[in-house]
């Protein structure tokens, strides 16, 4: 389980070091993505497995399953971490997340988001500031 916010930087080899705590939930070999909001999703084989059968299994008759579907499958990409538990992040999964220097890693349950620093900032005041709104809409839910 990947729970936490840790602050990272990107090095000049565009690498990026996945946090200590991460690393034996993660596995050797993982698969990063466009995610949702400006960031980048980071999955286990083991998690990108099923959220990708469950992509596939979309009806390609409807314009968003075939959009969303190509969003997060054409974008991915597999990625190895080294002995020092870094992953090479592609150019354009660093275009699309807007990721400069200092980023910010997070700890989702099931994936791990990786957000550029500012923009985390951006959209954690954003989010804290309508956390009662959100636990009264998803109380629905069960949560």
């Known amino acids: 389980m990947f729970i936490g916010e840790y602050s990272h930087s990107i090095d000049q080899k565009k690498r990026l070091a996945i946090p200590a705590k991460f690393r034996r939930d993660l596995g050797k070999q993982a698969v990063v993505t466009r995610g949702l909001d400006g960031c980048l999703w980071l999955y286990p ?41 870094r992953i090479l992040i592609p150019d354009h ?19 791990i988001e990786i957000w550029d620093e500012a923009r985390w900032q951006s959209y954690k005041k954003q989010t804290e500031s309508q956390v009662e709104t959100m636990a009264n809409e998803l109380g629905s839910f069960g949560v």
């Open 45 to 85: 084989m083991r998690e990108w497995e099923v959220l990708a059968d469950k992509l596939g299994k979309l009806p390609i008759g409807q314009a968003q399953a075939r959009g969303f579907a190509r969003a997060m499958l054409a974008g991915a990409a597999d990625v190895s971490l080294d002995r020092l538990g």
């Open 93 to 111: 999964l660093k275009q699309f997340a807007a990721l400069q220097k200092n980023v910010i890693v997070t700890g989702l349950y099931n994936r």
